[in-house]
């Protein structure tokens, strides 16, 4: 088992910066990739991007060049690192953890609410 808890939500404005935080227990030596993803209102939960064990990392397209993921090994935490937000971004964030052994199993945090403002 793995639980994750996010940190580092609230009210950003169009053009600043947020971050957010995903600490990580449980079963950590498991976890094959972690990620963020978020979800709008009356939306489908998205990707924004995925970090695996051996650093290489995935963003949706509409994030790449302003949103940095990155991930401390030794404190099991992922961190986003959000630049130049723009107002549709506004949802509620997840934390996400695969793990592969002895099955995939996704793990979801609890969500964290990112608004910005225009």
């Known amino acids: 088992q793995v639980q994750l808890v996010e940190s580092g939500g609230g009210l950003g404005q169009a053009g600043g910066s947020l971050r957010l935080s995903c600490a990580a227990s449980?079963?950590?030596?498991?976890?094959?990739?972690m990620g963020w993803y978020r979800q709008a209102p009356g939306k489908q939960r998205e990707l924004v991007a995925t970090?695996?064990?051996?650093?290489?990392?995935n963003y949706a397209d509409s994030v790449k060049g302003r949103f940095t993921i990155s991930r401390d090994n030794a404190k099991n935490t992922v961190y986003l690192q959000m630049n130049s937000l723009k107002p549709e971004e506004t949802a509620v964030y997840y934390c996400n953890a695969v793990t592969l052994s002895p099955r995939l199993v996704n793990y979801w945090g609890q969500g964290t609410q990112v608004t910005v403002s225009s």
């Open positions: 970090i695996r064990s051996g650093g290489i990392t």
């Open positions: 449980g079963s950590t030596f498991n976890i094959n990739a």
